[in-house]
């Protein structure tokens, strides 16, 4: 199949080789959808911060899959971009309960990123996604596990952890069907929610190493994130997260999964069970 079509029957999939645009452009493929997949490695160029080739990324395109830059502003310029286009639909992925952050610092850019999508003309829908269980294993919680101790400024607050693959299945559902999901906002969490502590020892049963999870003040996880070479606004970034987290707003389960797919989320412990079978933690 192409990657390149000029008619407008093809669904545009940003962050395609990331976390989630490389589960939802594998999951549009299989469906029979024409998916051009774009990324700042990918053979269709997109980068946020360069302009220059997002028209070229639009063109021919029916429906894109938004995953917001890393900071707010260009998703404005996008959408007039897609508009000018001939795109129709467009679908957000965005964070739990942005409209409950408040004077919160932490993700001004998914914020900024559902005004422009839900201030256009076009047939949009936000997915508003919780923490993913995959943060465990394919980011930057995955190390410390490894090492046994995993350090966060997070406490007896639970979060809803969501597993990847249900937000993929959401994308999908959503760009496959026109019209049915226009204009609607869907908060996606897991079936319950843990503490990361509740969730670091079901890790550790399940891959019979041992772990441990210790709470740390924000500022001292800010701290050991430069330390670790990330940049000191990206780490006090992160760190704000967990400050939002104790807030307590962002802690309950929706049925978000259910409205779309028609069944219950996946479990945490469904999730750990696999990828403990595949070796996520392994020393």
Known sequence: MSNDTTSNDTTL????????????AARLRLRGTQVRAASRTSRTRFDWSDPSGWDTALQ??????????PVPGPVHEFVARAEAAGVRRLVLLS??????????????????????????????????????????DEDLFHA??????????????????????????????VLAEPGRHAGRVYELTGPRALTFAEAVELISRASGLPMTYRQIPS????????????????????????VLMERGVIAEATDGVATV?????????????????AGAWRR
């Open 13 to 24: 999939v940003l962050g395609a080789t990331g976390k989630t645009g490389r589960r939802v």
């Open 60 to 69: 021919g395109v029916d429906a894109v899959y938004v995953v917001p830059p």
């Open 95 to 136: 964070g739990h309960g942005a409209d409950t952050w408040g004077d919160s610092t932490f993700g001004l850019e998914m914020r900024s990123a559902e005004d422009a999508v839900r201030g256009s003309a076009l047939e949009w829908t936000v997915l508003r996604a919780s923490n993913f269980d995959q943060n465990f």
């Open 144 to 173: 410390p596990l490894v090492a046994g101790e995993l350090a966060l400024p997070a406490g007896a607050v639970p979060e809803p952890f969501i597993d990847i693959e249900d937000v993929a299945d959401a994308a999908a559902a």
């Open 219 to 242: 500022a001292e996880y800010a701290a050991t994130l430069v330390k670790e070479g990330w940049a000191e606004d990206d780490a006090h970034h992160v760190a704000e997260m967990f």
């Open 261 to 277: 797919l028609g069944r219950a989320p996946r479990t945490f412990e469904d999730y750990v069970v696999r990828a403990a079978a």
